[in-house]
T-cell receptor, first 111, second 113 residues
Framework: TQLLEQSPQFLSIQEGENLTVYCNSS?????LQWYRQEPGEGPVLLVT?????EVKKLKRLTFQFGDARKDSSLHITAAQPGDTGLYLC???????????FGTGTRLKVLA | KAGVTQTPRYLIKTRGQQVTLSCSPI?????VSWYQQTPGQGLQFLFE???????NKGNFPGRFSGRQFSNSRSEMNVSTLELGDSALYLC????????????FGPGTRLTVL
């Protein structure tokens, strides 16, 4: 079974703190996406990482794709209450049409 | 470009009834996927359609079915509803190449009483 394991599952932090979310698999991915979902809404695409070792920055969010393209991380600097939500990594293992989602990380940032 | 639209947004049904949900993908996207999301199970893949053909299927009973039309619009149907079918049903569209990001609609919140 091809899985994307995310850690931690839950995270509750104070505003201004930094955090990192991890997404790991035993499969190689041609690319990985990160999404954020708010309650009652569909996930919203944040970023796509394609090249092994790639680092992408979106304001306070930094995304990294592992050298072997089997893992990724999301780092948030100086978290704000607006960052609260469910973070999901996702992708299609190389050579497959099956798009799979990670187990999710539920983040709550307290003011 | 208009985003993915889903109708209806909210639905209340009773056990034993059936329901049909609709999804219109982003223009030019030929792949449409459906997901069920519940608090306990997370995002569960139902099926994916590409060019009117079901290309992938998740582990759901045969009561869950879908189809895609020539204009890429898709519908999913759930027959003989059960209480456990209460969930947020999400539709996502993407370009045809595997691994392309998926763009989600707002979802249909189904409540089965």
């Amino acid at each position: 079974t091809q899985l994307l394991e995310q850690s931690p599952q839950f995270l509750s932090i104070q505003e201004g703190e930094n955090l990192t979310v991890y997404c790991n698999s035993s499969s190689v991915f041609s690319s990985l996406q990160w999404y954020r979902q708010e309650p009652g809404e569909g996930p919203v695409l944040l970023v796509t990482v394609v090249t092994g070792g790639e680092v992408k920055k979106l304001k306070r969010l930094t995304f990294q794709f592992g050298d072997a393209r089997k893992d990724s991380s999301l780092h948030i600097t100086a978290a704000q209450p607006g960052d609260t939500g469910l973070y999901l990594c996702a992708g299609a293992p190389a050579g497959t049409y099956k798009y799979i989602f990670g187990t999710g990380t539920r983040l709550k940032v307290l003011a | 470009k208009a985003g993915v639209t889903q109708t209806p947004r909210y639905l209340i049904k009773t056990r034993g009834q059936q329901v049909t949900l609709s999804c219109s993908p982003i223009s030019g996207h030929r792949s449409v996927s459906w997901y069920q999301q519940t608090p306990g199970q997370g995002l569960q893949f139902l099926f994916e359609y590409f060019s009117e053909t079901q290309r992938n299927k998740g582990n759901f009973p045969g009561r869950f079915s879908g189809r895609q039309f020539s204009n890429s619009r898709s519908e999913m149907n759930v027959s003989t509803l059960e209480l456990g079918d209460s969930a947020l049903y999400l539709c996502a569209s993407s370009l045809e190449t595997p691994g392309n990001p998926q763009y989600f609609g707002p979802g249909t919140r189904l409540t089965v009483l």
